[in-house]
């Protein structure tokens, strides 16, 4: 009989509450935040109280360019004592999949191109795609090492989530519903919400999993077409984020800019909209 495998001496403060990707019943897409590794356990304390969700990983790995990693709901932190690269600060979020292997063959199928094949490294393997759209997206596929057992968080437990926290996509109103196909296969699953605001600029919005669609051609999605994150929440703005940002053009009811406490800018909308994101996927 073979023996069986050795338990890995994982690094200090790695935790992951589910070390095994294949359980997930849908690919996990995560918002980015590229951070010096100084700022790490503000920044999990902050989108811990923002979002009132716990961290569910935190993994350093010293042999992949000293970076430490941390996911709290759909938010995932990126830390570094080194500069990031340009192909890092260029891909626009990162997904959890059940299987590496049968996600790329299913993206490749609708037209992405693979970046850098996949890769082992100490959470799993690794891979870097790019749809059709041009957007730049990591893909990582979790196991566990031998030993390794489900963490939950050391932090002390927090309230439940409130506001949801999505990711965030800004299209032409002629570009939504292609972008509404392409991420519905990309991400394995149909979408949530699809709603119309009419107004001097119609605005079209879809959740597909954690990812927030905007499609619209009106002047005050312009100076936010770059906005990554977004926020669905009943909670009055004054009492959680921020300040909020002066518009340019007239701006939908229920929506806002606003600069988190942290410095990010995120777009916010009032959940009586309509919109009804999806919790993060699990088993």
């Known amino acids: 009989m073979s023996a069986?495998?050795?338990?890995?001496?994982?690094?200090?403060?790695?935790?992951?509450?589910?070390?095994?990707s294949a359980a997930l019943s849908r690919p996990r897409l995560l918002a980015r935040s590229l951070i010096h590794l100084a700022e790490l356990d503000e920044r999990i304390g902050f989108y811990e109280e923002l979002t009132g969700t716990a961290a569910d990983l935190r993994m350093p790995i010293p042999d992949f360019g000293g970076l430490e990693l941390a996911a709290v709901g759909n938010m995932l932190l990126i830390a570094s004592?080194?500069?990031?690269?340009?192909?890092?600060?260029?891909?626009?979020?990162?997904?959890?999949?059940?299987?590496?292997?049968?996600?790329l063959k299913r993206l490749r199928a609708a037209g992405a191109t693979v970046l850098e094949p996949p890769e082992t490294i100490l959470p799993g393997s690794r891979a870097r795609v790019r749809y059709t759209d041009g957007t730049v997206a990591e893909l990582v596929e979790h196991r566990p090492q031998p030993g390794e057992l489900p963490r939950p968080s050391p932090r002390p437990?927090?309230?439940g989530a409130e506001p949801?926290?999505?990711?965030?996509?800004?299209?032409?109103?002629s570009a939504f519903p292609a972008a509404v196909a392409l991420y519905e296969t990309a991400l394995g699953t149909r979408c949530d919400t699809r709603l119309r605001l009419d107004g001097a600029f119609p605005v079209e919005l879809a959740t597909v999993g954690s990812l927030l669609i905007v499609g619209t051609d009106g002047p005050e999605f312009t100076r936010s077409a770059d906005v990554g994150l977004a926020l669905v929440t009943?909670?009055?703005?004054?009492?959680?984020y921020g300040l909020p940002v002066p518009l340019d053009g007239i701006a939908p009811a229920g929506r806002h800019l606003v600069v988190l406490r942290e410095g990010t800018l995120a777009e916010v909308w009032d959940g009586s909209v309509g919109l009804r994101p999806a919790t993060t996927p699990g088993p």
């Open 4 to 20: 069986a495998p050795r338990a890995t001496v994982l690094p200090d403060r790695w935790f992951r509450a589910n070390p095994d």
């Open 164 to 173: 949801v926290l999505l990711v965030r996509r800004a299209v032409s109103a």
């Open 234 to 240: 009943t909670v009055p703005l004054e009492r959680a």
């Open 81 to 103: 004592v080194r500069p990031f690269t340009d192909i890092q600060r260029r891909t626009a979020h990162s997904v959890i999949v059940p299987a590496l292997t049968a996600q």
């Open 157 to 159: 437990a927090v309230r």
